[in-house]
């Protein structure tokens, strides 16, 4: 997190290309020889761009093999699947959260000041929450109110995890209002996201305050906040990505397809067997087919004579695109998340039928397509989600094999729809983290010894250089404290 330089844009675009190889732009109009300053609205776009290697480049990647969507097979992935991980392994991750988001963010709210552009900074800080929430979430006590001040702070304080989480939620706060003053001029498509649209911007605020009032476990407050959250697909927080090489690629199509091929596959994850209608432990039932997902999310591959039982889906042609295709978007904080995250809160603090009408309005939305790619809606493959009712969650019913009660089964389809939808993103486990010790929670078995993983390991280099860092540093396998009650 330490720095004594100022990062410009360009040098943030240019850091990010050499540091992890996952920059999603190359070649901008930037005069590197004169990197001394830069407009609030080109800070802002180098800070999204930031975020976006936080959520969905390595963070993303492990957190996927430790939730039984990916297998790491080979390399040092494939010590990072039986959990053989070490700090090194997350130093370019904490760069990106501190110099790649909190410190330009930092610089886009104190330019926008200056001109009293509060729509600005409500975007700036919302990109701040999102990146910050997810360190948050992956690592517990994190670095908050110190970070980003080098000079006054030299060694910033850890601070406990569920006080950093309180602080995020009054930023989003802040954001909101922001957003609502109507005063600041747009920064247009310097805003790779939204293009400066408060609207949308305020609604993926309040779903990321329910997404924290979750890991929390503030149920009710959770739900409060979804009513205000994203309402349609279209306004889904999104990364948005092109078939240009090295440009705008989706990071896991050049991970897994292209760069590291073998390195990444799923052929001994939990995801694609519940998801596939051959397998035992198929998900689906007389009311669900999950045929159409299990072939946009997962493919078998067939690579000189060797075949891989399953991958995550990476094609890119005209007539399939998988979930990680090369131009596929990559969730950021989504209609799907909230609609679910409605679903669990409400089933949690207002009982059963409220929850089952939640899920079912997340069912019908499925049952048009939901979130597959259009070449997956053809009727190449099949897919039926229709409504539940009562019955099938009591004892012995289509959803209720396991004699749980009404309200736990219930729960049990709810976070099973959760991990599926999550595949590839890092709030699958948040969500196994969180539930791991319900009755009712999926049920992951460890790819290596009797114990899950629970958190990230802490960068190397920020404990080597900060003298506030934990001591000793927690391991893989120690609780951050919100799942730790």
């Known amino acids: 997190?330490?720095?004594?330089?100022?990062?410009?844009?360009?040098?943030?675009?240019?850091?990010?290309?050499?540091?992890?190889?996952?920059?999603?732009?190359?070649?901008?109009?930037?005069?590197?020889?004169?990197?001394?300053?830069?407009?609030?609205?080109?800070?802002?776009?180098?800070?999204?761009?930031?975020?976006?290697?936080?959520?969905?480049g390595h963070l993303a990647r492990v957190a996927s093999m430790w939730s039984g969507y990916f297998t790491g097979t080979d390399r040092q992935y494939k010590d990072i699947y039986s959990y053989n991980v070490t700090g090194a392994s997350f130093n370019d991750v904490w760069q990106f959260v501190y110099q790649g988001v909190v410190e330009q963010t930092k610089l886009v709210i104190s330019k926008s000041e200056v001109t009293n552009n509060r729509l600005v900074q409500g975007i700036a800080k919302?990109?701040?929450?999102?990146?910050?929430?997810?360190?948050?979430?992956?690592?517990?006590?994190?670095?908050?109110?110190?970070?980003?001040?080098?000079?006054?702070?030299?060694?910033?304080?850890?601070?406990?995890?569920?006080?950093?989480?309180?602080?995020?939620q009054i930023l989003l706060d802040e954001a909101i209002a922001?957003?609502?003053?109507?005063?600041?001029?747009?920064?247009?498509?310097?805003?790779?996201?939204?293009?400066?649209?408060?609207?949308?911007?305020?609604?993926?605020a309040y779903t990321l305050k329910?997404?924290?009032?979750?890991?929390?476990?503030?149920?009710?407050?959770?739900?409060a906040a979804t009513a205000k959250g994203i309402a349609t697909p279209a306004t889904s927080w999104v990364v948005t990505h092109g078939t240009t090489l090295n440009v705008n690629e989706n990071l896991m199509y050049a991970f897994i397809a292209r760069?590291?091929?073998?390195?990444?596959?799923?052929?001994?994850?939990?995801?694609?067997?519940?998801?596939?209608?051959?397998?035992?432990?198929?998900?689906?039932?007389?009311?669900?087919?999950?045929?159409?997902?299990?072939?946009?999310?997962?493919i078998t591959v067939s690579t000189t004579g060797t075949v891989i039982p399953v991958s995550p889906n990476t094609n890119s042609i005209a007539t399939s695109r998988g979930l990680f295709g090369q131009s596929a978007p990559y969730s950021l904080v989504t209609y799907s998340e909230n609609m679910l995250t409605a679903a669990e809160s409400a089933a949690r603090t207002l009982g059963f039928t409220t929850g089952l009408e939640k899920l079912n309005a997340y069912r019908a939305y499925l049952n048009t397509g939901g979130d597959l790619d259009a070449t997956y809606k053809t009727g190449t493959y099949s897919y039926k989600y229709e409504p539940y009712i009562a019955a099938d969650f009591a004892a012995g019913g289509i959803v209720n094999k396991d004699g749980l009660s009404a309200d736990q089964a219930l729960l049990k389809e709810i976070l099973m729809e959760r991990y599926l939808t999550f595949n590839g993103q890092i709030l699958g486990f948040n969500d196994l983290r969180r539930t791991r010790n319900e009755t009712f929670g999926v049920k992951l078995t460890p790819s290596a010894g009797s114990v899950l993983p629970e958190r990230m390991v802490y960068s190397e280099a920020e404990v080597n250089s900060n003298t506030s860092a934990p001591n000793p540093v927690p391991g893989v396998f120690v609780p951050t404290p919100v799942n730790m009650k």
């Open 1 to 56: 997190m330490k720095k004594v330089k100022l990062i410009k844009l360009s040098a943030l675009i240019l850091l990010t290309g050499l540091i992890s190889c996952e920059s999603l732009v190359d070649d901008m109009n930037t005069d590197l020889n004169n990197p001394t300053d830069a407009s609030a609205t080109l800070i802002l776009t180098g800070a999204e761009l930031g975020n976006i290697s936080v959520q969905e």
């Open 126 to 168: 919302i990109i701040r929450a999102n990146a910050l929430a997810t360190a948050a979430a992956s690592w517990g006590d994190i670095p908050y109110s110190e970070a980003a001040n080098i000079t006054a702070f030299p060694n910033p304080a850890f601070e406990p995890q569920l006080q950093v989480y309180g602080k995020l």
């Open 178 to 204: 922001d957003l609502e003053s109507g005063i600041g001029t747009s920064p247009g498509v310097a805003d790779i996201h939204f293009a400066g649209d408060a609207t949308k911007w305020k609604a993926a």
């Open 210 to 223: 329910s997404r924290l009032y979750m890991e929390t476990k503030e149920y009710a407050l959770a739900y």
């Open 259 to 298: 760069s590291r091929v073998g390195d990444i596959n799923s052929s001994l994850a939990l995801a694609p067997k519940l998801l596939n209608p051959a397998d035992a432990m198929y998900h689906g039932n007389a009311k669900t087919d999950e045929t159409a997902r299990f072939n946009h999310h997962f």
